[in-house]
């Protein structure tokens, strides 16, 4: 008999949540994924420091990120003049 056990610790409740319904889960699979949390639950941070820090190297990650459109219009202007020499 499978269990209906949904419980799952506290630092993972809202991630739970989340994935079943966006997820569209059902029963089992529901279950089975509150039982996997349960399993590997040190797997998980529990808080932003959970995931460590390094005071030994100071740095900045610069927010701007390249322009997906722009990349994917090179790449079109690049292929199509492949394909005018290759033709």
């Given at each position: 008999m499978e269990s209906t056990d949904l419980t799952v610790p506290p630092h993972l409740q809202?991630?739970?949540?989340?994935?079943?319904t966006q997820g569209d889960l059902a029963p089992s699979q529901q279950c089975s994924l509150a039982a996997l949390m349960r399993r590997h639950s040190d797997a998980f941070a529990t808080g932003p420091m959970d995931l460590g820090y390094c005071i030994v190297l100071e740095h900045d990650i610069d927010p701007v990120?390249?322009?997906r459109s722009d990349s994917l219009h090179v790449a079109h202007l690049s292929l199509l003049g492949r394909r005018k020499k290759i033709f």
């Open positions: 809202y991630l739970f949540d989340k994935s079943v990120t390249p322009n």
